[in-house]
């Protein structure tokens, strides 16, 4: 196996058989996504039930809370897809378009994510765009950092509800009363620790980040805006190209993340495992995936 750091973000693995990693393996590569924060593996060929058992060594696999982004066969599986699968629709189209942290919206948050293109467009069209989190806590300015410091935010996906045929006549107020009662959203510190290693990381995203609790609005509002123009500086953006045989793995603890955009027409497909790692998300936070299905 080697692991090999990227010049900003991230390390490339190559030279590793995912289908025989041995518990030694699994804890190298643990160790080497919570150091480098995002792996890129190349030469990757696995199907879909080796993916599920490749998975399944780094920790829980995650059912998502929504059974229509399942997998038909594998619902540890969440399919974004725009290819129609044995003639049917599979999965959901057009996800992860805005910059955000995976399950930020629930108490336990995704601490790992493996995603692995299945159908890439041509011409390089379709990644993963990465902002280092713990990087852009240690460059924050000092007005912003002061402001943030000791806060929690509010953290909500409603506005992300992909509407479903059985949605049709629903009112936009009725959804959002449906999908909050499934995910009403919750509080997480603007600034959290890291369980495994020294470091602290902005946890917001402008994504799922809808306010500073217990500010004023007007106040919290303007400091979200500016904040998140901070992070989303095009110097702070990383990208991770998809190309057939690749994927990554990272930690949601430390950077946030967003798919690229896509040509109008163009097929693509990918699939992702959450993982819960049997770490807390931060300290406090309870050991996650114990109640996985």
Not at 167 to 184: N, Q, S, T, W
Not at 253 to 264: D, E, I, K, S
Not at 276 to 282: I, S
């Given at each position: 196996?080697?692991?090999?750091?990227?010049?900003?973000?991230?390390?490339?693995?190559?030279?590793?058989?995912?289908?025989?990693?041995?518990?030694?393996?699994?804890?190298?590569?643990?160790?080497?996504?919570?150091?480098?924060?995002?792996?890129?593996f190349?030469?990757?060929?696995?199907?879909?039930?080796?993916?599920?058992?490749?998975?399944?060594k780094?920790?829980?696999?995650?059912?998502?809370?929504?059974?229509?982004?399942?997998?038909?066969?594998?619902?540890?599986?969440?399919?974004?897809?725009?290819?129609?699968?044995?003639?049917?629709?599979?999965?959901?189209?057009?996800?992860?378009?805005?910059w955000?942290?995976?399950?930020?919206?629930?108490?336990?948050?995704?601490?790992?994510?493996?995603?692995?293109?299945?159908?890439?467009?041509?011409?390089?069209?379709r990644?993963?765009?990465?902002?280092?989190?713990?990087?852009?806590?240690?460059?924050?300015?000092?007005?912003?950092?002061?402001?943030?410091?000791?806060?929690?935010?509010?953290?909500?996906?409603?506005?992300?509800?992909?509407?479903?045929?059985?949605?049709?006549?629903?009112?936009?107020?009725?959804?959002?009363?449906?999908?909050?009662?499934?995910?009403?959203?919750?509080?997480?510190?603007?600034?959290?620790?890291?369980?495994?290693?020294?470091?602290?990381?902005?946890?917001?995203?402008?994504?799922?980040?809808?306010?500073?609790?217990?500010?004023?609005?007007?106040?919290?509002?303007?400091?979200?805006?500016?904040?998140?123009?901070?992070?989303?500086?095009?110097?702070?953006?990383h990208?991770?190209?998809?190309?057939?045989?690749?994927?990554?793995?990272?930690?949601?603890r430390?950077?946030?993340?967003?798919?690229?955009?896509?040509?109008?027409?163009?097929?693509?497909?990918?699939?992702?495992?959450?993982?819960?790692?049997?770490?807390?998300?931060?300290?406090?936070?309870?050991?996650?995936?114990?109640k996985?299905?």
């Amino acid at each position: 196996m080697k692991i090999a750091a990227r010049p900003n973000l991230g390390a490339d693995v190559t030279d590793v058989d995912l289908h025989r990693l041995s518990p030694t393996d699994v804890a190298r590569l643990k160790e080497a996504v919570y150091d480098h924060k995002l792996l890129v593996f190349h030469g990757v060929d696995l199907d879909d039930a080796d993916y599920v058992a490749m998975a399944r060594k780094f920790g829980v696999p995650q059912r998502y809370f929504q059974s229509h982004y399942h997998h038909p066969r594998h619902p540890e599986i969440f399919v974004s897809n725009n290819v129609p699968m044995d003639g049917a629709k599979v999965g959901v189209a057009g996800t992860g378009r805005m910059w955000h942290s995976d399950y930020q919206f629930f108490p336990e948050p995704l601490p790992l994510t493996f995603v692995m293109p299945k159908i890439v467009p041509s011409g390089g069209a379709r990644g993963t765009l990465f902002v280092d989190m713990v990087a852009a806590l240690r460059d924050l300015p000092p007005h912003l950092r002061e402001a943030i410091a000791g806060t929690r935010c509010f953290q909500d996906a409603v506005y992300y509800y992909k509407v479903q045929p059985h949605d049709v006549d629903k009112g936009i107020a009725e959804l959002m009363e449906e999908f909050h009662r499934e995910a009403p959203g919750c509080l997480h510190p603007t600034i959290i620790d890291h369980p495994l290693r020294e470091r602290q990381a902005v946890y917001v995203s402008s994504g799922f980040t809808l306010r500073i609790d217990g500010m004023p609005h007007e106040r919290s509002q303007a400091l979200l805006r500016e904040l998140f123009a901070f992070l989303e500086q095009p110097e702070r953006v990383h990208q991770a190209t998809w190309a057939p045989g690749v994927l990554m793995l990272w930690d949601n603890r430390q950077v946030m993340h967003r798919a690229t955009g896509q040509l109008h027409g163009q097929p693509s497909r990918s699939y992702r495992i959450g993982v819960y790692d049997g770490t807390p998300f931060y300290p406090g936070l309870p050991v996650t995936g114990e109640k996985q299905p």
